[in-house]
């Protein structure tokens, strides 16, 4: 695989990125700084089959979901290099870029490419979500993943660990060889997926409830 070998050098969280960022240029101190994650409305997810049909998707194969912008720091070109080494398993991938006909003309024939597509029915629609990203902050869109009972596979960047949680809810990988054999391993274990799936709505519910973002925001402000 391209790039197997590659290192995904791990980042600070997002929160100590801003408080080192906004001290040196002299914009408060670190410790007046907090981060509040994003707070979503729970979904309701649509039936597999019928988001299947509605998407054009085969009906038993197994897919990945790649959903997001298609530029150079999302990385979308190492989702393809992932279904070029898994021909037998489906790659989904949702969002629009710079990057977008690039990645289009390299796609291999078990990659769909959805352009900007309704998230509830991309998530409803597919076994597992992926991430690529070279740098990230709290991705909405593995949160959406969780939400829909969702394993993911994500690289450990940015915030990331904030939502998946490696041997939990999915796999963090700091190696892209590490992406290519967990990818291999959830199609081909089904308690593992579902096990991972559970996991995963319940750090959803309990982190990223839109009730949680308003509570958190009124403690702030009582706080001043």
Same mark, same amino acid.
């Given at each position: ?88 398993? &489906? /790659? ?6 710079? %990057? $977008?006909?690039? =990645? *289009? ?6 990659? !769909? ?56 809810? &999915? /796999? ?6 590490? %992406? $290519?054999?967990? =990818? *291999? ?6 308690? !593992? ?32």
């Amino acid at each position: 695989m391209c790039g197997v070998a590659s290192h995904l050098v791990p980042q600070f969280s997002q929160l100590h990125v801003y408080q080192l960022s906004f001290s040196d240029s002299g914009i408060g101190k670190k410790n007046q700084w907090t981060s509040i994650p994003p707070g979503l409305e729970q979904f309701k997810p649509i039936n597999k089959i019928k988001a299947r049909q509605f998407l054009g998707l085969q009906k038993k194969l197994f897919y990945i979901g790649w959903l997001g912008r298609f530029e150079e720091v999302k990385n979308p070109n190492l989702d393809i290099e992932l279904a070029k080494h898994n021909p037998k398993i &489906g /790659f989904v991938m949702g969002g629009g870029g710079n %990057l $977008l006909q690039n =990645v *289009k003309n390299k796609s291999p024939e078990n990659v !769909l490419i959805l352009d900007w597509v309704d998230s509830n029915i991309f998530w409803s629609s597919v076994d597992c979500a992926l991430s690529t990203s070279k740098s990230e902050g709290i991705s909405v869109s593995l949160i959406e993943a969780a939400f829909h009972s969702l394993p993911i596979i994500a690289t450990n960047v940015g915030s990331t660990s904030e939502i998946v949680e490696s041997n939990l809810n &999915g /796999f963090l990988c700091n190696f892209n060889y590490q %992406l $290519l054999s967990s =990818v *291999k391993k959830l199609a081909k274990d089904k308690n !593992l997926l579902s096990k991972f799936g559970i996991e995963s709505r319940k750090i959803a519910l309990n982190k990223f409830k839109s009730d949680i973002l308003k509570r958190r925001h009124v403690l702030l402000y009582e706080e001043l």
